[in-house]
């Protein structure tokens, strides 16, 4: 399993070649990403009247403003992750002191 630091490097990287860097937060305008070391499985369904667990789902990874917590979720797949298996974080890694 990659280490955290490698996982994060590479999801700035896509992100990068797909955003050609830093843009402002769209509530507050400010440039104070705070990305996160963690990621979203958002259930999907064909009908929007249901709530489906434990089925099909959408990988996300949040990036949190810094400054006013707006909150934006990218999508793995279409950010260029090729295997899920490549980005996931060991949960038991030591945090950084």
């Given at each position: 399993m990659p280490k955290k630091d490698e996982v994060i490097a590479k999801l700035?990287?896509?992100?990068?070649?797909?955003t050609k860097g830093q843009?402002?937060?769209?509530?507050?305008?400010?440039?104070?990403?705070?990305?996160?070391e963690r990621f979203v499985s958002q259930p999907v369904s064909n009908n929007p009247?249901?709530?489906?667990?434990?089925?099909?789902?959408m990988p996300l990874w949040p990036i949190v403003c810094g400054n006013c917590g707006?909150?934006?979720?990218?999508?793995?797949?279409v950010l260029g992750v090729k295997d899920l298996a490549d980005v996931r974080i060991d949960p038991d890694e030591p945090a950084k002191s």
């Open positions: 700035v990287a896509l992100l990068n070649e797909k843009k402002p937060c769209s509530v507050c305008g400010v440039s104070q990403w705070r990305l996160q009247n249901e709530i489906r667990l434990g089925g099909e789902s707006n909150t934006v979720y990218l999508n793995l797949l």
